[in-house]
């Protein structure tokens, strides 16, 4: 039981890190191209933020997939559940 | 906070507010878990009828407050109201020419309905943790989630019915043959263009059909779980940042303030990724 728990917990953060560390790469090319695309042609800013607020919601979204399954894992083990049907 | 209103400890307070009002049939008689918190868990047929009551109620606020504006126009000086709503429709149908490439009188009518009601449903996040379900508890109900957004089976029945949609006006506008066979075995390697012979054209057709039905499966998937987690994480986040104690509220303020940028974002990424996916069903080559 406590190793099925303690290999949860370093699923959890392994799901939720690597997903932020793709995101905060991946935002940063973004933000870098945004700004260097606004500095080239200044009047193109505002339709230029707008898309970039696209990419980034779609950015968020695998790393907020990996979130959302981490925190399943945190608060619903299914893992538990299996082990005392198997055991108990 | 962890000792008030008769919770054990902190995980226990998390549990609850994560646990969603259910109902089901139980020996043929309708119960809800009201009084027994696990008796609908892993039942398929089992109804959120939180999640339910307030994507309705949300549903019906919006369209009776549209409806109403749009009755009453008062074309020289419009009211207040009646210039935020003008604003949102001019701000969807914006959206809808930018990048909608075909003709379809449903589009801008659905990406209203979906900007509109995503947002409404997850404005109710912004709400503090505890005060409807407090107020359900006072009335006899003991788990309530308010955010229907963070209900899985809301944001899947939302990104179903768009896939839906999808996969319709797939076949109207390409033919059921056309679609299959043009669109999904014919992309990406395209067998004619790459000068294949003709033995090993099944080879190449069922290669892109396994790819291309990942892609396609991928929208609908994607669609609803970006909603899903961003909204289950927010609105985690709010009840962890409860449990601290008299520190809360400039922790809240902090994170009320970014989970409004989440909010609005995902409700516009929805509707421009309908519009975007429901524009590539229409494209006629």
């Not at chain 1, 933000?31 to 009047?43: D, I, N, S």
Request: glycine share 10%; aromatic share 12%.
């Amino acid at each position: 039981m406590e190793i099925v728990l303690g290999y949860t917990a370093i699923a959890v953060a392994l799901l939720i890190g690597f997903g932020a560390l793709g995101v905060g790469i991946g935002m940063g090319l973004l933000g870098g191209r945004f700004l260097e695309g606004c500095a080239r042609q200044p009047e193109l800013a505002p339709m230029l933020q707008t898309k970039m607020f696209l990419v980034v919601a779609l950015l968020d979204a695998v790393a907020m997939i990996g979130v959302g399954i981490a925190l399943f894992f945190a608060f619903a083990n299914p893992f538990i559940g299996q082990l005392a049907a198997v055991t108990g | 906070m962890a000792s008030e209103g008769g919770y054990a400890n902190s995980g226990e307070y998390i549990q609850h507010h994560l646990q969603n009002l259910q109902g089901c049939q139980v020996d043929g008689q309708w119960v809800t878990n009201i009084h027994e918190t696990k008796i609908c868990a892993g039942n398929f047929w089992a109804l959120n009828l939180d999640s339910m009551f307030w994507s309705v109620f949300l549903g019906i606020v919006f369209c009776s407050l549209f409806y109403r504006v749009a009755k009453n126009i008062e074309a020289g000086k419009p009211g207040k109201l009646q210039a935020m709503i003008e604003l949102v429709v001019e701000f969807v149908d914006g959206s809808v020419k930018d990048t909608f490439h075909g003709k379809s009188p449903v589009i801008a009518p659905l990406a209203l309905t979906i900007v509109a009601w995503v947002f409404l449903m997850n404005i109710m996040d912004l709400i503090p943790v505890d005060w409807i379900p407090k107020l359900g508890q006072m009335l006899g109900i003991e788990y309530m989630k308010v955010v229907p957004s963070t209900d899985v089976n809301v944001t899947f029945g939302m990104s179903l019915s768009v896939f839906a949609l999808i996969l319709f006006y797939s076949f109207k506008i390409k033919g059921v043959t056309g679609f299959i066979v043009g669109e999904l075995m014919m992309n990406p390697l395209n067998p004619k263009e790459l000068g294949v012979p003709k033995l090993l054209w099944p080879l190449v057709c069922s290669f892109n059909l396994v790819l291309e039905i990942v892609a396609l499966l991928a929208k609908p998937l994607s669609l609803s779980l970006r909603l899903f987690g961003n909204m289950y994480a927010g609105e985690l986040l709010f009840i962890l940042i409860a449990l601290i104690g008299y520190w809360q509220l400039p922790l809240h303020f902090g994170w009320a303030v970014f989970h409004i940028l989440v909010v609005t974002l995902q409700a516009y990424i929805f509707m421009m990724l309908t519009i975007v996916y429901l524009s590539q069903a229409h494209e006629h080559h």
